[in-house]
């Protein structure tokens, strides 16, 4: 097997945060050890509703945010507490496509400096060289040479967002970290920005830890697929694996949410709507993390936490839940759910 470019092993962020009163801090459990890995030219999706810890752990890897424990290996290096100076160079390795681009592009800088910057700091290329190297990212996404002279306000969303990812992808790292890169565009455009980021994965190799709320995206472009529910990894397998076989009571939810191409199927589909919100990470419900919500809930679950296991002979299916039996039995919510069409 070939060494994974990512591995993330037991990683937890927790944030103190004032409760007001003067002795008391809270602790917010964003991420509560999370572990996975990214092969080289793999893409996994991490999905998981607004507040579950995703663009944490993106944080935490990118070392934006100081984890609190665990390790993070970057292509067989632990990086997880290199000293600040030690970790500008890692940007040449892994960088980072936000949701928002506007907040994420320099306001006052051309957009030829912007998608340069990274080649200048990391001293890649000579000042000749820069001007054609960026004709050629600019080309890479798509967008016509005259633009880099124009600021980001200048421009729409869907351009801000194939710089941001020309911008990141100019140093060719190994690793590229898409937070919600669509989320914040509109419905039209975010079909050609995932098809950019498909066909430029396919032609470009580099693996990408791809980060979602909504499963139809991940479906596209991953080939793993990690569940997050409230700071935790709860199920993780090959996409077509996931789809077609989910196994946690979450997933098979969150899977009924989205839309089928076939009118059929889709008027024979149940749609299951969690009741209440996802429960606040600063007292995460006892046993599973879930149990509040879950729709098949059983007293084991109120207490004992489940741990992420492998099921056998389903192919890196990995669930935590003790409802799910040893060979991928898994519990039928639709019959429990009250559902809506
Ligand atoms: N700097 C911070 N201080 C305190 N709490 C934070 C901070 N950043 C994130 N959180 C909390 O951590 C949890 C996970 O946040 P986040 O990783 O942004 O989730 P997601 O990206 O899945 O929406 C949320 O409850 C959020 O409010
Ligand atoms: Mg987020």
Known sequence: MTAPV?????????F????????SKEIVHAVDGVSFSIAPGEVLGLVGESGSGKSTVGKCILRLLEPTAGTITLQGTDITRL?????RPLRRKMHMVF???????NPRMPIGRIVGEPLRMHNLVDGSQLERRVSELLEMVALRPELRHRYP????????????????????????????????LDVSVQASILNLLKDL??????????????LSTVEFLCDRVAVMYLGKIVEMAPRKELFVHPKHPYTQALLSAVPVPDAKAQRHRQRIVLTGDIPSPVAPPTGCSFHTRCPVVQERNRIEEPQLREISGQGHHLVACHLVGPNGEAPDITRETSHAQ
């Open 6 to 14: 990512l591995q993330v092993d037991n990683l937890k962020k927790h």
């Open 16 to 23: 103190p945060v004032d409760s007001g009163l003067r002795s």
């Open 83 to 87: 000293p600040r100076r030690r970790v």
């Open 99 to 105: 949701q928002d681009p506007y907040s994420s592009l």
């Open 153 to 184: 306000h200048e421009l729409s969303g869907g351009q801000r967002q194939r710089v941001a990812i020309a911008r990141a992808l100019s140093v060719q790292p190994p690793l590229l970290i898409a937070d919600e890169p669509v989320s914040a």
């Open 201 to 214: 994965q396919a032609e470009l190799g580099f693996s990408c830890l791809f980060v979602a709320h909504d």
